[in-house]
């Protein structure tokens, strides 16, 4: 397809288990970004990569948190130990990460994670 | 840091009203403003952007004006559809800070319109 996706779209999980979110970025996009969207609070930046490398990971929320991309396309992001407060849409965007200029973002329809 | 505020919601009208959801923001440089609109079931979508003050952003009758002065980028639609029913996303991103296109959001503002 031509836009971004993610899976799954549903996670239901238990407390304690770990978790894997997929990102599929449109084909082409350099720079991608994982967020966080919880009820009743706003988008939360969690990581930018630019190909495989990611320069900003300020917004992981602890160390049960990480996230990597491979081949500068997929990228995974992972909870480890999930908490409830972990239940949210996580939301992935991508972007032509072109210097210079502001990139538009193309989100996912997000994966929304429920933690039991 | 940079923040983004906007007018809480949910705010629901009648089709054919007026729409105004106020935005202001709080940025040390000269951020892009966004407008992102997120529709039931489906993901967030760039609805308009303006890159410098006094710009206005427009799409699908929806416009926003880039107001320095007041920091604030306040979105407005004439004559509002059923169609437009949605989430909204005031946002801005500071690419000379950042270097990259982080993008900060405001809470989000849930609009519903009435037949």
Redesign the interface.
């Known amino acids: 397809g031509a ?2 996706s993610q899976s799954p779209s549903n996670k239901v999980t238990e407390k304690g288990k770990d978790v894997e979110l997929r990102c599929d970025p449109i084909s082409g996009h350099t ?1 991608l ?1 994982w ?1 966080r969207q919880s009820l009743g ?3 939360e ?1 969690l990581i ?1 990569f ?1 190909g495989n490398s990611a ?2 990971k300020s917004g992981l929320p602890s160390d049960r948190f990480s996230a990597e991309r491979t081949g500068g396309s997929v990228s995974t992001l992972t909870i480890q130990r999930t908490q409830q407060e972990d239940s949210a849409v996580y ?1 992935c ?1 991508s ?1 032509l ?1 072109l210097a210079g ?5 193309f ?4 994966t929304r994670l429920t933690v039991l | 840091g940079d923040s983004v505020t906007q007018m809480e919601g949910p705010v629901t009208l009648s089709e054919e009203a007026f729409l105004t959801i106020n935005c202001t923001y709080t940025a040390t440089g000269y951020p892009s403003l966004f407008w992102y609109v997120q529709y039931p079931g489906e993901g967030l979508q760039l609805l308009l952007k303006a890159t410098k003050a006094d710009d206005k952003g427009s799409n699908k009758g929806f416009e926003a004006t880039y107001r320095k002065e007041t920091t604030s980028f306040h979105l407005e639609k004439g004559s509002v559809q059923v169609s437009d029913s949605a989430v909204y996303f005031c946002a801005l991103s500071d690419r000379v800070k950042t270097s990259y296109d982080k993008v900060i959001f405001g809470p989000g503002t849930s609009l519903s319109v009435i037949p």
Do not use: H, R, T
């Open positions: 836009g971004v720079a970004y967020y609070q706003g988008l930046f930018y630019q320069p900003d939301l965007a972007s990460g200029g502001n990139n538009e973002q989100f996912g329809p997000g």
